[in-house]
């Protein structure tokens, strides 16, 4: 059976991926070699600047430099990651893609690995769900970082390590594609829409088409950013340009339906459905059939990583006895796949409360392995994507709503140590953020009684252990977390989850003692350059000091317990009262989580809420209810991740003053 008919929730959507070494996507660059001379250009130091090395290499190649600098913008952001492989297995500014040099760097991360507590294995699955062995497996690509060797003779070593080579590689492959179409090398970035769409990667039409509209978007509004190698990089905007969008159809590339999906028209979405089945003994999977938003709102989208590579993970959620999710994303190109219609429960958050209330959103990718970085046209796809689902379903853009999956409480007490990690410390949600349009920035003064956690990316590089090796430290990297002390002392205790049941530590899945960009909570003290927050029940603090803040101010409603209460309940789950439950929907437990809100304590308030569960315990849906209660709750910001408090037992106020 699914699971019993008193208690269907704690379990379900949690579910495993295995974790696999880092490999690259199945789309396939269909570029055609021509022969060149080696490239000079190449041969310069990166030293001279990168700026220096994309004007060197357009000239070389005859490729307009805009149009170089704005598929770099979007393949790295201009960032160098140090010669280290990205999520695909791409190198360098470029994103010239080896995935088999990739598989033999990471190859390792698989092996000895601590508990990732992401979506890979370990948690609780939902009780449909069995894994089959074997399912994650590295799929097949063409590779372009072969290809740009051969055509400017230059070593595939020298192309994964030296930006100024990888700049180059980058070029040959857009003139080989400009030449393979039959169109001139011409100097105005206009006539380049159909290469750019070639050199993405994607072997359908409608993929290229969205990669090639972003690179010309960056195109039109400029970029200038200082990367990862501390070098200022300028593209200067050219907001009339308008490219030969007729070339895409003399690609050759194939189409794909976008039929069924949900998604908005400037992504490439296609529909790979989870199925709705029967097996085994009276189970079925591997989600549930609903009517949202019409019988119950949609408040919530998590963002999860996959612990997984695309091929692998498609394979999993097309598998009834596995779970699912409502969308994956493909990092190489930022391809987008749908699996379960909106309208439907996904199981995929390890909360059947927010399973219920939420869209969940997979991103092709790795949580302890910082270095193998996600490509911007990734973070864009997804972006629109939320933007999208915000506006149809009214869903604020705001760090209590969109939730990575490492913010979704535990249910219950016994499942919080359970509870996933992913995206996790790596993902970038001050650029992601910038992407949905909701830049994050201070909203109020100094006396605004609240703080929203925003330290700058690059240079915020806390010390994380475990990524490799149990306890040894992961490569610095930068983070979108701060970390938390008892006292204002960087060489005091960490801060602990008392759910957790165990002593804090640094390690990379670790979450007692972080906070993480975007979220907001009441300042509780000051001292010099650090800051006290309520967390937990606890008083916890972090350096922020003026010259290089990790959070900036800010105002907004807060609760704390009503006058007389020493301390109030705090819960994992929105479930209604016993009253509320109709005949033959059995009662589920309102059980108070291990910690409290203590009295004198001030909390963010995220959203209000009544008290809500979907009953869906069977495959046929003629028994499903909603079941909505009388009484309110409060989501706020408890520690890192989101809860819940009874609106009965707590007053609203002001953060200010």
Same mark, same amino acid.
Request: with cysteine; hydrophobic share 35%; aromatic share 8%.
């Given at each position: 059976?699914?699971?019993?008919?008193?208690?269907?929730?704690?379990?379900?959507?949690?579910?495993?991926?295995?974790?696999?070494?880092?490999?690259?996507?199945?789309?396939?660059?269909?570029?055609?070699?021509?022969?060149?001379?080696?490239?000079?250009?190449?041969?310069?130091?990166?030293?001279?600047?990168?700026?220096?090395?994309?004007?060197?290499?357009?000239?070389?190649?005859?490729?307009?430099?805009?149009?170089? =600098?704005? #598929?770099?913008?979007?393949?790295?952001?201009?960032?160098?990651?140090?010669?280290?492989?990205?999520?695909?297995?791409?190198? @360098?500014?470029?994103?010239?893609?080896?995935?088999?040099?990739?598989?033999?760097?990471?190859?390792?991360?698989?092996?000895?690995?601590?508990?990732?507590? @992401?979506?890979?294995? *370990?948690?609780?699955?939902?009780?449909?769900?069995?894994?089959?062995?074997?399912?994650?497996?590295?799929?097949?690509?063409?590779?372009?970082?072969?290809?740009?060797?051969?055509?400017?003779?230059?070593?595939?070593?020298?192309?994964?390590?030296?930006?100024?080579?990888?700049?180059?590689?980058?070029?040959?492959?857009?003139?080989?594609?400009?030449?393979?179409?039959?169109?001139?090398?011409?100097?105005?970035?206009?006539?380049?829409?159909?290469?750019?769409?070639?050199?993405?990667?994607?072997?359908?039409?409608?993929?290229?088409?969205?990669?090639?509209?972003? #690179?010309?978007?960056?195109?039109?509004?400029?970029?200038?950013?200082?990367?990862?190698?501390?070098?200022?990089?300028?593209?200067?905007?050219?907001?009339?340009?308008?490219?030969?969008?007729?070339?895409?159809g003399r690609t050759g590339l194939r189409t794909v339906s976008d039929d069924g999906t949900e998604c908005p028209r400037k992504v490439s979405c296609e529909w790979v459905p989870a199925p709705y089945a029967e097996f085994g003994d009276n189970d079925y999977g591997n989600h549930d059939l609903g009517d949202r938003p019409v019988s119950q709102s949609i408040r919530y989208i998590v963002i999860h990583d996959t612990e997984g590579t695309w091929d692998g993970v498609l394979n999993l959620v097309q598998d009834p006895t596995y779970v699912s999710w409502n969308y994956t994303i493909r990092s190489t190109d930022g391809l987008i796949a749908q699996h379960v219609k909106a309208k439907d429960v996904a199981?995929?958050?390890?909360?059947?409360?927010?399973?219920?209330?939420?869209?969940?959103?997979?991103?092709?990718?790795?949580?302890?392995?910082?270095?193998?970085?996600?490509?911007?046209?990734?973070?864009?796809?997804?972006?629109?994507?939320?933007?999208? =689902?915000?506006?149809?379903?009214?869903?604020?853009?705001?760090?209590?709503?969109?939730?990575?999956?490492?913010?979704?409480?535990?249910?219950?007490?016994?499942?919080?140590?359970?509870?996933?990690?992913?995206?996790?410390?790596?993902?970038?949600?001050?650029?992601?953020?910038?992407?949905?349009?909701?830049?994050?920035?201070?909203?109020?003064?100094? *006396?605004?009684?609240?703080?929203?956690?925003?330290?700058?990316?690059?240079?915020?590089?806390?010390?994380?252990?475990? +990524? #490799?090796?149990?306890?040894?430290? +992961?490569?610095?990297? $930068?983070?979108?977390?701060?970390?938390?002390?008892?006292?204002?002392?960087?060489?005091?205790?960490?801060?602990?989850?008392?759910?957790?049941?165990?002593?804090?530590?640094? @390690?990379?899945?670790?979450?007692?003692?972080?906070?993480?960009? $975007?979220?907001?909570?009441?300042?509780?003290?000051?001292?010099?350059?650090?800051?006290?927050?309520?967390?937990?029940?606890?008083?916890?603090?972090?350096?922020?000091?003026?010259?290089?803040?990790?959070?900036?101010?800010?105002?907004?409603?807060?609760?704390?317990?009503?006058?007389?209460?020493?301390?109030?309940?705090?819960?994992?789950?929105?479930?209604?009262?016993?009253?509320?439950?109709?005949?033959?929907?059995?009662?589920?437990?309102?059980?108070?989580?291990?910690?409290?809100?203590?009295?004198?304590?001030?909390?963010?308030?995220?959203?209000?809420?009544?008290?809500?569960?979907?009953?869906?315990?069977?495959?046929?849906?003629?028994?499903? *209810?909603?079941?909505?209660?009388?009484?309110?709750?409060?989501?706020?910001?408890?520690?890192?991740?989101?809860?819940?408090?009874?609106?009965?037992?707590?007053?609203?106020?002001?953060?200010?003053?």
């Amino acid at each position: 059976m699914r699971g019993s008919a008193t208690d269907q929730t704690p379990a379900a959507g949690s579910r495993r991926k295995g974790r696999t070494a880092v490999a690259v996507s199945s789309a396939a660059l269909l570029i055609p070699l021509l022969g060149a001379a080696p490239s000079q250009s190449a041969t310069q130091s990166s030293t001279g600047g990168l700026q220096r090395a994309f004007a060197s290499a357009a000239a070389e190649y005859r490729v307009p430099q805009s149009v170089l =600098l704005a #598929v770099s913008y979007l393949q790295s952001r201009w960032d160098t990651h140090a010669g280290a492989p990205s999520v695909t297995g791409g190198y @360098g500014p470029m994103h010239l893609t080896d995935a088999r040099t990739a598989l033999a760097t990471t190859e390792h991360l698989a092996e000895g690995t601590e508990d990732p507590r @992401g979506d890979a294995a *370990r948690a609780a699955l939902h009780p449909a769900a069995r894994v089959p062995a074997g399912s994650v497996s590295p799929p097949a690509r063409l590779e372009t970082l072969p290809k740009a060797a051969e055509l400017t003779g230059i070593p595939a070593g020298k192309l994964r390590t030296d930006p100024a080579a990888n700049v180059a590689g980058g070029a040959a492959l857009l003139a080989a594609a400009q030449k393979g179409l039959g169109e001139p090398l011409s100097a105005d970035p206009a006539d380049w829409y159909g290469a750019v769409a070639r050199f993405s990667g994607a072997d359908d039409r409608a993929t290229a088409a969205a990669y090639a509209n972003d #690179v010309y978007d960056v195109l039109r509004t400029g970029e200038r950013r200082t990367t990862d190698a501390g070098e200022l990089v300028t593209l200067t905007a050219r907001p009339r340009l308008s490219p030969d969008t007729a070339q895409l159809g003399r690609t050759g590339l194939r189409t794909v339906s976008d039929d069924g999906t949900e998604c908005p028209r400037k992504v490439s979405c296609e529909w790979v459905p989870a199925p709705y089945a029967e097996f085994g003994d009276n189970d079925y999977g591997n989600h549930d059939l609903g009517d949202r938003p019409v019988s119950q709102s949609i408040r919530y989208i998590v963002i999860h990583d996959t612990e997984g590579t695309w091929d692998g993970v498609l394979n999993l959620v097309q598998d009834p006895t596995y779970v699912s999710w409502n969308y994956t994303i493909r990092s190489t190109d930022g391809l987008i796949a749908q699996h379960v219609k909106a309208k439907d429960v996904a199981w995929h958050a390890g909360n059947w409360y927010v399973n219920a209330k939420s869209v969940g959103i997979e991103h092709e990718g790795f949580l302890a392995a910082p270095d193998a970085w996600y490509t911007e046209a990734m973070y864009r796809s997804s972006a629109r994507l939320v933007r999208y =689902l915000s506006k149809r379903y009214g869903i604020p853009l705001d760090r209590q709503h969109i939730l990575g999956h490492d913010t979704v409480p535990g249910p219950t007490t016994s499942y919080i140590p359970g509870m996933h990690t992913d995206p996790g410390p790596y993902w970038d949600w001050r650029h992601y953020f910038e992407l949905l349009g909701r830049p994050l920035h201070s909203t109020a003064g100094r *006396r605004g009684g609240l703080v929203t956690i925003r330290p700058d990316y690059a240079a915020n590089r806390p010390v994380y252990t475990g +990524c #490799v090796t149990k306890g040894e430290p +992961c490569a610095a990297h $930068g983070s979108s977390e701060v970390r938390l002390y008892s006292d204002h002392d960087e060489n005091s205790a960490l801060i602990k989850d008392i759910g957790l049941g165990t002593d804090p530590t640094t @390690g990379v899945n670790d979450l007692s003692s972080r906070v993480s960009t $975007g979220q907001q909570y009441a300042v509780a003290d000051r001292w010099g350059d650090w800051t006290a927050i309520w967390y937990l029940g606890q008083k916890a603090w972090f350096r922020n000091p003026r010259h290089e803040p990790t959070a900036v101010n800010a105002a907004g409603l807060v609760v704390t317990p009503k006058e007389g209460a020493q301390s109030v309940p705090v819960y994992g789950r929105a479930y209604p009262e016993k009253e509320a439950y109709p005949a033959g929907v059995p009662v589920q437990s309102v059980s108070p989580l291990p910690y409290t809100l203590p009295a004198g304590q001030r909390y963010v308030v995220g959203d209000v809420l009544p008290g809500e569960y979907f009953y869906s315990v069977t495959f046929s849906t003629d028994s499903h *209810r909603v079941v909505v209660g009388k009484d309110l709750y409060y989501e706020i910001q408890f520690g890192h991740r989101v809860a819940f408090v009874r609106a009965a037992d707590v007053k609203v106020e002001p953060s200010a003053g």
